[in-house]
């Protein structure tokens, strides 16, 4: 097919958007976001410079024969689609929060009292950053927490990516046969995260991002395809 050049038809100061090109080229940014976004999750969801430019050449491909349009592909666009991928992190660690509060019983409390239980049971869930495999080896105060990990992963899983007919993993039921590990390295990381934010014992908030949670996430992943094997 001839290759389309995006026409911009809105200019601002802001965050460049979708919405500010033709509708053609809104139409075909749409579909690739939403494959890169199920790819990301599935295949890398904390990638390197490489495997950004593999995933998203991927989508852009995808995105071409599904529309019947072969875009131009430019670097602005590109960072339409890429930008995504924060989005994901903070979107996962934004639901899961509430959800950790709750399932480990942190309290928001400023009493010495609740500072230093906050304090203990972070301390006690990060040891040795297994938290989600060697139940056996923590204290057996702890084994009730960890009966609920696997209704937590569970829980986010659906929210995250199975809440309705136009989520990812409902939409791209392909790539989430099996739930790959990668996404569920991912969840990991991102639990791993909030119990992060209560070690000082009251509640500070910790950005999830790919600078400081990439090598949590590759150790999940490996123990992952370990416990698989």
Not at 114 to 128: F, M, P, R, S, V
Not at 193 to 205: L, Q, S
Request: charge should be neutral; proline fraction near 4%.
């Amino acid at each position: 097919p001839i290759v389309v050049k995006a026409q911009k038809v809105i200019e601002h100061d802001g965050h460049p958007h979708t919405r500010d090109y033709d509708d053609m080229t809104q139409e075909f940014m749409t579909t690739v976001i939403s494959d890169y976004h199920a790819h990301l999750c599935t295949k890398g969801p904390m990638p390197d410079h490489a495997l950004e430019t593999t995933l998203l050449d991927t989508s852009w491909a995808q995105a071409c024969k599904v529309t019947g349009v072969n875009l131009a592909h430019t670097p602005q666009l590109a960072k339409l689609v890429t930008s995504h991928g924060s989005q994901v992190h903070s979107q996962l660690k934004t639901k899961l929060h509430p959800l950790v509060k709750a399932m480990f019983s942190f309290h928001s409390s400023q009493s010495k009292n609740a500072i230093k239980k906050n304090w203990a049971l972070a301390e006690g869930l990060k040891e040795g950053t297994n938290f989600a495999f060697k139940v056996q080896v923590l204290p057996s105060t702890y084994h009730g927490k960890y009966q609920h990990m696997a209704l937590l992963i569970q829980k986010i899983i659906n929210t995250m990516w199975f809440a309705n007919k136009h989520d990812n993993g409902v939409v791209f039921h392909n790539y989430f046969k099996l739930f790959p590990l990668p996404a569920l390295a991912l969840v990991l990381a991102a639990i791993e995260c909030c119990i992060d934010e209560w070690v000082m014992g009251t509640r500070m908030d910790i950005i999830f991002t790919i600078q400081e949670y990439h090598g949590t996430y590759e150790s999940h992943l490996k123990c992952l395809r370990a416990f698989e094997d």
